[in-house]
């Protein structure tokens, strides 16, 4: 069983930055691939960011390229999303997810998620 706890969500105005933590723990949850997704309200789940065990391959959706940065310390079994620019659009509960290998999709175990407001 891996566990997530997200935090690092808040109110922030358009063109700010937020950084988003994700804590795992679990059996081997340093070996696993990582993702972010977010909801709107109304709107489906869609995906975020990816990153694998390791650290050295990551994977962005074209609207957060550039934009946000996912990276992870598996000293701290911690996994970060870095927000930069943020647009109003991107308000959203944000979730973080875990499996083994990586990718955008086929996740296993999710985070309860943390709320990201950005005001216009």
């Known amino acids: 069983q891996v566990q997530l706890v997200e935090s690092g969500g808040g109110l922030v105005q358009a063109g700010g930055s937020l950084r988003l933590s994700c804590a795992a723990s679990?059996?081997?949850?340093?070996?696993?691939?990582m993702g972010w997704f977010r909801q709107a309200p109304g709107k489906e789940r869609e995906f975020v960011a990816a990153?694998?065990?390791?650290?050295?391959?990551?994977y962005y959706t074209d609207s957060q390229k550039g934009r946000f940065t996912i990276s992870r310390d598996n000293a701290k079994n911690t996994v970060y999303l870095h927000m930069n620019v943020l647009k109003p659009e991107d308000t959203a509960v944000y979730y973080c997810?875990?499996?083994?290998?990586w990718g955008f999709g086929g996740y296993d175990y999710w985070g309860q998620g943390t709320q990201v407001t950005v005001s216009s």
């Open positions: 997810a875990a499996k083994p290998g």
């Open positions: 990153i694998n065990w390791s650290g050295d391959s990551t």
């Open positions: 679990g059996r081997a949850v340093s070996s696993y691939g």
